[in-house]
């Protein structure tokens, strides 16, 4: 059943997608409900058969203190959260302007005289810091009664109780004079704690203000991706007329213009025209890719130097750009297992840095005699607001999906597709590298060097093979059909063809079996092979690959082609083995072939003569000796190993059965970016592992200091301005660490 996708706002905190999850997961159908904090998204998946009620969706959402709207244009949603970036700074000044004035006042200021019985220092830090609680700490306050109102606990709350009590407390001290009913402790003490709940306020402003700046940072690389769709293209009509109609509306098969400078609207095929197309948005690649006629073009790619006429071949949502962005998207809604534990963690977080905070107070306020200049109630006070405010867990919460974001939207911009987070945290204990050849090794464009024909035989072994491979889009039987082309354009029809999965194909003319295919087809039909393969030793030392035709139980000749490797293979196996792994080749070819290939790349182990069910079964010897495999391939019959291996890799040219089971996709044919990749998911894992124990160390450390710990030692106790400079530094911190991984640059020949 389709995913159906909502926008929430209001979301703070890892508590705050905890929350989400568990209202929306409550209704009744919803099988499954994914948040991303980031992105302000939720992705719902309702049972098979269950009434899709939204708008219920949505309602539970508001009830929950937080708001629901439909997810329609995220691009829209873009310029939303800059406009609201830019007021937030707006904020921030505004909040610090007041904020450093009441600090001064409060910390340094001497006597200024009074007004009646109010000190007036006090009461001008009461009236600066008011502005900043009330209409800065706003929205703190609104989320926090929310939250409350639901049953929930989450970073707002806690803003919330810490200024209250700092605001409360304070403005109790000042205003003693005139409210005799209060215990003398309010009028003899000293301390207030304006500068505090100011403080609090406008460090937690400017952290969020920071951390929204960094998060649109963090998504431009999808947002590239998506400026890259055309809005609108040029169709020409059958009468050579040219009009302007939106890509919604353009269907398969229609002729369009693509001026130079402009975007290609959709994948296609060139008909007319050749020029230089710029793919470097879409697979990183800065020089200019050459296409002339008869070759396909991306949707998204910009003509360089001249027109071209484009038959489109994809529908615009389903265009390679359109998945592109599809699997970006999907990979950052997913969650890693460990940040499944943190989300279950942060659910109660909040509520026990609550009780931790109010039970430290009652300690210190009833166990204590004070320390320093302060009394056992104002220790209790400070303890308190520090407590609550250093608590926030958005740290936790952002570790995962900032780098998740930054990693994916940097690897798509290179042309790396990273299906999901699973793929990620799987791609950094792999420790097995299996290659297959054609088309991963070698350029998956062998061309025939020979055709020899049995002495016995009067048919034609080339046109047999050729008529049989029709429709085929296997490497072998494209460069069989072309070496027929250039004698013949004769084929022979036969009634029934039939595919042989791993070996070959087999067809019928006049209730005569024909076959093509490899030795192991051959053996299959009890057909004898062994003088014509004694005979070709020397030609299989060299890495041909030999093609068998028959008629019957007779061999009637074979087919020799070569394969040439790929520029970047050599150097792709070498850093492949720099960082640990074991490379093997996996191949259908004969054992002659697959030992000089695998020699002449560095390659020491390797299996030939290998079907596609055994190709995955070898995947699983592998696991089952311990191994984390990343299987590379790009042919049907490597769909069943690519499915199986921990991360199944895909080249981009290859079929699209190999592109659905595959957990990672490569728009370049280029074997450096499988290792670039596998860097790349390292690189992201390493990062999200790093943001999640600064979290929890922060945490562990920063939650004792507030509670008191170090007082009796040291005398020492985290102020309530420091404990909420402290809270956004972490947050902000994580962001800015995720955000280092936009430096990443993949290996390029």
């Not at 062998?446 to 491979?469: F, Q």
Request: hydrophobic share 45%; charged share 20%.
């Amino acid at each position: 059943m389709e995913d159906l996708t909502i926008r929430v706002t209001g979301m703070t905190c890892a508590s705050c997608v905890a929350s989400v999850e568990s209202i929306v997961s409550k209704i009744e159908d919803i099988e499954s409900v994914r948040v991303n904090l980031p992105l302000e998204k939720a992705t719902i998946r309702w049972s098979e058969g269950a009434n899709q009620d939204l708008d219920a969706v949505k309602k539970a959402i508001r009830n929950g203190g937080f708001g629901s709207e439909e997810y329609i244009d995220p691009r829209k949603y873009r310029q939303e959260s800059i406009d609201h970036t830019n007021k937030m700074g707006t904020q921030v000044i505004a909040s610090l302007i007041l904020t450093v004035p009441t600090f001064l006042l409060t910390m340094f200021v001497g006597n200024i005289g009074q007004i009646s019985d109010i000190d007036l220092r006090l009461f001008i830090a009461f009236i600066l810091s008011s502005i900043v609680y009330i209409f800065a700490g706003r929205q703190f306050h609104i989320g926090a009664w929310k939250a409350l109102l639901s049953g929930r606990a989450n970073m707002d709350v806690l803003v919330h109780i810490g200024t209250t009590t700092a605001m409360i407390w304070s403005s109790l001290v000042v205003f003693a004079p005139f409210l005799e009913f209060l215990p003398s402790i309010f009028s003899s003490t000293p301390h207030v704690y304006f500068d505090g709940a100011a403080f609090i306020i406008s460090f937690i402003l400017l952290g969020n203000w920071l951390e929204a700046k960094a998060k649109l940072r963090a998504t431009d690389a999808v947002f590239s991706l998506m400026d890259l769709k055309p809005k609108t293209g040029l169709v020409v009509g059958v009468d050579g007329s040219v009009s302007e109609i939106p890509i919604e509306e353009i269907v398969e098969g229609t002729e369009m213009l693509v001026k130079v400078g402009q975007a290609v609207p959709l994948d296609g095929v060139v008909v007319k025209g050749s020029a230089l197309i710029d793919t470097s948005m879409m697979t990183g690649e800065s020089t200019p890719l050459s296409i002339k006629e008869n070759e396909t073009v991306m949707g998204g790619t910009i003509v360089l130097d001249s027109p071209l006429h484009v038959k489109s071949t994809k529908h615009h949502d389903d265009t390679i750009l359109a998945n592109v962005i599809a699997l970006v998207d999907e990979a950052q809604m997913g969650k890693a297992p460990i940040q499944k534990l943190v989300d279950r963690i942060s659910a109660v977080f909040v509520p026990m840095v609550v009780i931790c905070a109010v039970l430290a107070s009652l300690g210190w306020m009833f166990f204590s005699e004070g320390y320093g200049d302060y009394n056992s109630t104002e220790l209790a006070i400070m303890v308190l607001v520090s407590t609550l405010v250093i608590a926030c867990p958005c740290a936790l919460g952002l570790a995962t999906p900032t780098a998740l974001m930054v990693g994916t939207g940097v690897g798509a911009q290179y042309g790396l597709l990273i299906k999901g987070i699973d793929a990620l945290q799987k791609s950094y204990t792999t420790n097995t590298l299996v290659l297959d050849k054609t088309g991963t090794l070698t350029v998956g464009k062998p061309s025939v060097t020979n055709v020899t024909t049995i002495k016995s035989a009067s048919d034609n072994p080339l046109m047999i093979a050729a008529s049989l491979e029709t429709g085929s889009t296997h490497p072998i039987a494209e460069a069989i059909s072309e070496a027929h082309s250039k004698v013949s354009k004769e084929l022979m029809s036969f009634d029934k063809v039939e595919n042989i999965g791993g070996m070959g194909l087999q067809g019928y003319l006049d209730g005569q079996e024909y076959a093509v295919g490899n030795q192991a087809l051959m053996e299959s039909k009890d057909i004898i092979i062994s003088d014509t393969i004694q005979e070709l030793t020397e030609v299989l030392k060299n890495g041909t690959t030999v093609v068998f035709v028959s008629k019957g139980k007779a061999l009637i000749g074979c087919i020799e082609m070569k394969d040439e490797l790929r520029d970047t293979t050599n150097l792709a196996i070498s850093k492949a083995k720099n960082l640990g792994l074991e490379v093997i080749m996996l191949t259908g070819d004969r054992v002659e072939t697959a030992s000089t290939i695998s020699k002449e790349v560095g390659i020491t182990r390797f299996e030939a003569d290998s079907k596609p069910d055994e190709k995955a079964a070898f995947v699983k010897k592998l696991q089952k000796e311990g191994a984390t495999v990343a299987m590379i391939g790009d042919g049907v019959n490597d769909a069943a190993a690519l499915a199986i291996a921990d991360v199944g890799i895909a080249m981009g040219a290859g079929s699209d059965i190999a592109l659905e089971a595959a957990d990672i996709v490569l728009l370049r044919d280029d074997l450096l970016d499988v290792v670039s990749t596998l860097e790349l998911g390292k690189a992201t894992m390493s990062k999200i592992r790093g943001n999640l124990g600064w979290a929890f160390v922060y945490n562990l450390v920063g939650i004792p200091l507030a509670m008191g710990a170090l007082i009796t030692s040291t005398g020492w106790l985290l102020p309530p301005a420091f404990a909420a400079g402290a809270m956004a530094l972490s947050s902000v911190s994580v962001v800015f660490n995720s955000l280092t991984l936009r430096s990443w640059k993949p290996h390029r020949a």
